[in-house]
């Protein structure tokens, strides 16, 4: 199965912001280099708020126990 072509799509083309192929809104990686268009002409960011959050949580939970084991180790 072979994908449309960007320019004799009748949506809306854009240019990908690191190798500048045509791409459709629809797209989620370029189709030439493959870099995430997440967060791109309107697409929605790959992280909300809130998972960056429990990411920034989950590092220091993982710092304190390593801490904590490096303070019992002594």
């Known amino acids: 199965m072979s994908l449309p072509d960007p320019e ?5 083309v854009a240019a ?9 809104p629809a797209d ?9 268009l997440a967060g791109v002409g ?18 220091l939970a993982i710092y304190l126990m390593v801490l904590a084991v490096v303070v019992l180790a002594r």
């Open 16 to 24: 990908c912001p690191l190798c500048g192929a045509p791409t459709l």
């Open 28 to 36: 989620e990686r370029c189709r030439e280099c493959n870099m995430t």
């Open 8 to 12: 004799t799509a009748g949506s809306t």
């Open 42 to 59: 309107g697409r929605p960011d790959p992280f909300t708020r809130q998972s960056l959050w429990r990411w920034a949580g989950g590092l």
